[in-house]
Structures are given as C-alpha cells and as structure tokens.
C-alpha cells in the first residue's frame, strides 16, 4: 500500500498550526491597533464645519480666555458653546462682510442656531461634569489637547475608559496650580509627583472614591 | 424496507443539518446584537442637542421674556445700577474687598481685557484687528462716572459694546467695576501714594 502522505506532509502540518497560531495573533493585534486607531477614536481628525472656527487664531493670535466663549466651564457640567451673541460681539463689526461668517450672521437674522459638528461626545451612560475638574486643578489642555494651536478643532484624547481612569487611578499626575489650569502652554514640570501630592491635598482630592463605579456611572 | 429506513435517516440528517445551520446563524447574529449604539446614544436630550421635534431644531426651549433664574433671584439685590430715583449708583452693593477687586482683575482679562487691553488704554487685540476703539478708563468722563456707570454698561452694552449680562454674573459685574476704578487709580497714582516702607521694594522692581 503506498504512502498517503509524502514526506513534505509533516512539515505543512507543523507550519500550518503555527500559521493557525499567528493568524489569530495577528487579528487580536488588528482588533487592538483598530480600537485605539484614529479611525475609530477620531483623535487627531479635524472634523468639518458650517464655519471653519479656528481655535489657533482666536486663542492664539487674539489672546481670547476659553471662559470669553465656553462661559460654563466654572460652574456646570456643561462646558458651554457660545450662541450667536458671542461671536457677532466681535464680528458685528470686524470681518463683518466676510462671505466665510455667512452661516453666523444668518444665525443671527434668522435666530437659528448654527449646528456644529460635535467634536467631543461621551457615551451616555457616563456622567461628567467639567466644573469639578475645572475647579480642582485641571486644565482643559489635559483632555482637549492644544486647543490654542488648531487650526480646525479636532480631538485631543480618546475618552475611553481606560483613559479616564488612568488620570482618576493618578491623579497627582495630572492636576495643577489653579492659576494653570487654563494654561494651554503648561507642561508637567519635572517634580509633578511630589508637586501633584502636594496638591492633591491642597484642593481637597480624596482618591479613595474616583475609580468607584458610580462616580461616573450614575 | 432497510433502504426506505436509510433514505429516512439521510432526510432528517439533512433537515437536521439545516437547523443547525440557521441555529449557528442566529447565535452569530446575537452575538452581532451587542453592536448596537442604544446606551452610547440614549433618547434623551442633553444641552444644545438638536430636535426635530421643535421648529426651531432645538431641544432647549427658549426662556419667556423676563425669566429669571433661581440663581438670579437670590442675588437680585445685586441686579441694577440705578438708585429708585433713576440716577446711577455710587457705591457698589457688595463689600469692597481684596478678594474682590483680585475677582475682578481676573473677569476683567477674560471678558474685557480682549478690547479695552489689561490697562484699559483701550488698545486691546480686537481693536488692533479693526473694532472701534473703546474710551480709555482715564477719561475725566469716565472719572467722575458714578461706579453703577460700568455696571450698567457692562449689563446693557454701549454703543458697539454687545451687552454682557449673559456672560457675566451680577456679582462679576460689581467686582470688574471695582477693579476699573482700581485701573484708574493706577493710572494717576504717583510715588507718594506708596507707603514709605514698600517704596524701597517698588522701586527695586522698576529697573
């Protein structure tokens, strides 16, 4: 009876699981990589929108406070998109006839809102409230990236969940001076842990309870 | 009769393979079932979403002439510049403290140092780019206004000046006006206004 296998059968067998092996590594990796991608967490897309709002000149360039447009950011959850109002206090009179500022001025005559593009959307099953993060020393730079050097406004991190909880399991990592915390151009100086300590204390930061369940999830 | 038998199991080997078929795909369709968005995007509203329920696309409503905010209500002793007799106030309706006055500096350079400059010469970024140039705080005009002048403005606007009562809570309003009261001061303060023993100290500063 001759041979049903030849002698090469061995070798493809042996290959093949490891082939077997390395595929299913090689999904997990693509699974992994696509999670964390840009594609998926938008950050770093600048996105679209009914007027090309740059950040860069108006913070930037004109020296404009986060708080002169997102009014909320002190005392809400919400951080605030500035109505109409705000934008035509400046534009009612400089850039007034730029075809660009159409959509704010119609907004304006029409009283209809102008529809952004939501550029930051948490899931709904998360509760956030930017006024406490805002008042314990953390700045908006930490979450939103440079705001003060977009040209168009994109993403500055992924708000996933283990994001979050990486600043909320450490956040003498994180927080700063009260005086920084609308500081776009602040950096984690080189003694931050000791710094951060120091601070957690000082705004009253009781870490025992910022990775329970509910903090968020409420 | 044993072949009959044969082609019966075939048959129901056959629709059995069938089952299980649309039972594999089922479960993948469950498993697939996990994908949907419902908790990320739940039916409700949240601030500023938009509504086709509404004709203005808004889910917020907005509020009917001369509400006022339950916040408002309670600090209403601080709303209007106006004495009852319709002259402007004098003396602001909050304590004037250090506190206050540093409130001030800091609401200032947010909402206003933008136009007027952290001075108040009136030669902020904005006007540099082509807004009208604001009066300068030094103006023996605006010297003499009474206090309840920059509050009252400050709420209502004046002339290109959009109104800012949205932006700025009563309370701000006063701590500004105190601080651009602390803005002309400085403007015409000279050395003699130093107390001795910190002149040392200023002047080493000025260099």
Same mark, same amino acid.
């Given at each position: 009876? &001759?041979?049903?296998? $030849?002698? +090469?059968? /061995?070798?493809?067998? %042996? ?8 595929? =299913? ?40 406070d986060?708080r002169?447009?997102?009014t909320?950011v002190e005392n ?26 159409? &959509?704010?001025?119609? $907004?304006? +005559?029409? /009283?209809?809102?102008? %529809? ?8 709904? =099953? ?5 006024s406490?993060?805002v008042q314990k020393g ?38 700063r001076e009260n005086s920084d915390v609308f500081n ?15 601070l957690?204390?000082a705004h009253h ?14 | ?70 916040e408002s209500?309670s600090t209403?002793a601080l709303i209007?510049a ?7 106030v004098?003396k602001p309706p909050v304590p004037l403290t250090k506190e206050l006055l540093y409130r001030g500096k800091e609401r200032f350079e947010i909402y206003c140092a933008?136009?007027?400059?952290r001075?108040g ?26 206090i309840g002048?920059f509050y009252?403005?400050i ?9 800012y009562?949205?932006r700025v809570e009563p309370r701000d309003r006063w701590a500004i006006a105190a601080y651009i009261r602390a803005l002309q001061l400085s403007?015409?303060g ?5 107390p001795?023993?910190q ?9």
């Amino acid at each position: 009876m &001759p041979q049903i296998f $030849s002698r +090469r059968a /061995n070798t493809i067998a %042996r290959l093949s699981i490891i082939l077997i092996v390395l595929f =299913f590594i090689a999904l997990g990796w693509l699974g992994y990589a696509g999670f964390w991608s840009s594609y998926t967490t938008m950050v770093n897309v600048p996105l679209t929108q009914p007027v090309p709002f740059s950040h860069k000149h108006h913070v930037t360039d004109d020296g404009i406070d986060c708080r002169y447009c997102h009014t909320g950011v002190e005392n809400a959850r919400f951080a605030g998109v500035p109505p109409t109002e705000t934008c035509m206090t400046c534009h009612s009179q400089i850039f007034r006839d730029a075809p660009m500022l159409e &959509p704010v001025r119609a $907004s304006l +005559r029409e /009283n209809v809102p102008i %529809r952004w593009n939501r550029v930051n959307d948490l899931p709904d =099953f998360v509760y956030f409230d930017h006024s406490i993060h805002v008042q314990k020393g953390i700045g908006c730079s930490t979450c939103h990236g440079p705001v003060d050097q977009m040209p168009l406004t994109w993403k500055g991190e992924s708000l996933y969940m283990k994001w979050c909880l990486d600043c909320h399991r450490a956040p003498q990592n994180f927080v700063r001076e009260n005086s920084d915390v609308f500081n776009m151009r602040w950096h984690a100086p080189s003694d931050q842990k000791v710094r951060g300590a120091q601070l957690l204390i000082a705004h009253h930061i009781e870490t025992e309870h910022l990775t329970d369940c509910s903090t968020c999830h409420r | 009769m044993m072949k009959d038998e044969c082609r019966m199991t075939n048959a129901m080997f056959a629709r059995l393979r069938r089952v299980r078929v649309i039972l594999h795909s089922a479960f993948i369709l469950l498993l697939f079932s996990a994908c949907r968005q419902g908790m990320y995007n739940q039916a409700k509203q949240k601030p500023l979403s938009q509504s086709d329920f509404f004709s203005d696309g808004a889910s917020a409503r907005p509020l009917p002439l001369h509400t006022i905010s339950r916040e408002s209500a309670s600090t209403d002793a601080l709303i209007g510049a106006t004495n009852p007799d319709g002259t402007l106030v004098t003396k602001p309706p909050v304590p004037l403290t250090k506190e206050l006055l540093y409130r001030g500096k800091e609401r200032f350079e947010i909402y206003c140092a933008v136009c007027h400059d952290r001075t108040g010469s009136g030669n902020g970024m904005i006007v540099q780019r082509g807004f009208p140039h604001p009066p300068a705080f030094t103006e023996t005009r605006l010297r003499n206004a009474p206090i309840g002048h920059f509050y009252d403005v400050i709420t209502n606007g004046y002339g290109a000046m959009y109104p800012y009562a949205a932006r700025v809570e009563p309370r701000d309003r006063w701590a500004i006006a105190a601080y651009i009261r602390a803005l002309q001061l400085s403007r015409s303060g000279t050395i003699n206004d130093v107390p001795t023993d910190q002149r040392a100290e200023l002047e080493s500063q000025v260099q």
